[in-house]
């Protein structure tokens, strides 16, 4: 059974530029696209980033595409999110996603495997 584990949230203030981890456990997810979402309160789950299984591929949400960076290490097991120029609209709880096979499925949010989130809240 894999799990993934998100780390590195907090309160952050605006224009701040914490670094998010996912450490995955029970299998190697070397070949597995990863990604992240993010849940606002009153607010439905959305995309931000997706990550191809060896790293090569990449694909964001409109709305963090020149902000955060997403990226992997296959050796740790590990995606991260690099988040810059925070704003307090990015408030939310992120989660960590992988699939067995589709950076599409992770896309539109369908994974097989969520993380339990971490809160990052951007102070103004």
């Known amino acids: 059974q894999v799990q993934l584990v998100e780390s590195g949230g907090g309160l952050v203030q605006a224009g701040g530029s914490p670094r998010l981890s996912c450490a995955a456990s029970g299998r190697t997810l070397s070949t597995y696209p990863m990604g992240w979402f993010r849940q606002a309160p009153g607010k439905e789950r959305e995309f931000v980033a997706a990550?191809?299984?060896?790293?090569?591929?990449?694909n964001y949400a409109a709305s963090v595409k020149g902000r955060f960076t997403i990226s992997r290490d296959n050796a740790k097991n590990t995606v991260y999110l690099q988040m810059n120029s925070l704003k307090p609209e990015d408030t939310a709880v992120y989660y960590c996603?992988?699939?067995?096979?589709?950076?599409?499925?992770?896309?539109?949010?369908?994974?097989?495997?969520w993380g339990q989130g971490t809160q990052v809240t951007v102070s103004s």
């Open positions: 996603a992988a699939d067995r096979n589709s950076r599409i499925r992770v896309t539109i949010g369908t994974p097989d495997y």
């Open positions: 990550i191809s299984g060896n790293g090569d591929f990449t």
